[in-house]
């Protein structure tokens, strides 16, 4: 019995190391084929059939597509989904006028949709409309009282926008009491302290 225990160790052991070696080598088989080829000297072009690097941005193709997305809102009129998708590529934009139109299109659509409540709540702030912005977060909390971004932006708002540190001040406590292994929530209080 103990020779047999012995016998499928030995084995066992010898098949992994097989099957190591075929996965390590596949592994960097794999690294290697994801690996381009050298530049072309100047003035020539690439080997034939040689792979080609990442295709450029091109904005005429996304500003294409962003068209192509406000006809399908046009076309469909109780098209959430659409709404909050050009919401957010104006919002990561930076675009927060553009993207405003969309998420309060969309919270007309869908009332209880907490996170468009938050990013429209962002780009009110962006636009220096802080009360229109806390409204945003409170209306956002009142549905979800765990949505951690509403409570987050709520502390930015007060402590930076409105000047309220005691008011700031008593959100963070509330932050960091609820999210005590957030890292954000120390961040945002050492940026109220040197407030």
């Known amino acids: 019995m103990k020779k047999d225990a012995f016998l499928m160790l030995i084995a066992g052991a010898v098949l992994g190391a097989v099957l190591a070696f075929i996965g390590t080598r596949q ?28 295709q ?14 406000e006809a399908e809102v046009a076309k469909d ?16 934009a930076g675009k927060w006028a553009e993207a405003i ?14 996170d468009v409540m938050v990013d429209l709540g962002v780009c009110y702030r962006n636009q220096k409309r802080p009360d229109d912005a806390l409204a945003m977060f409170n209306q956002a909390l009142k549905l979800d009282p765990a949505k951690k971004q509403a409570l ?39 940026e109220l302290a040197k407030q």
Request: charge should be negative; aromatic fraction near 10%.
């Open 77 to 92: 009129p109780k098209n959430v989904e659409k709404r909050v998708l050009l919401g957010n590529i104006y919002y990561d």
């Open 101 to 114: 139109p969309y998420y309060e299109q969309a919270l007309k659509l869908d009332p209880a949709n907490t």
């Open 56 to 69: 450029e941005f091109d904005p005429s193709q996304h500003m294409a597509m962003v068209a192509q997305i």
């Open 152 to 190: 987050f932006n709520e502390v930015v708002v007060y402590g930076f926008d409105k000047g309220d540190k005691a008011k700031a001040q008593e959100l963070l406590k509330e932050f960091r009491s609820k999210y005590p292994d957030e890292p954000t929530g120390k961040q945002l209080a050492e």
């Open 27 to 54: 592994y960097y088989m794999g690294k290697m084929a994801a690996v381009p080829p050298p530049p072309a000297p100047q003035g020539e072009a690439p080997p034939q059939g040689a792979a080609q690097g990442p």
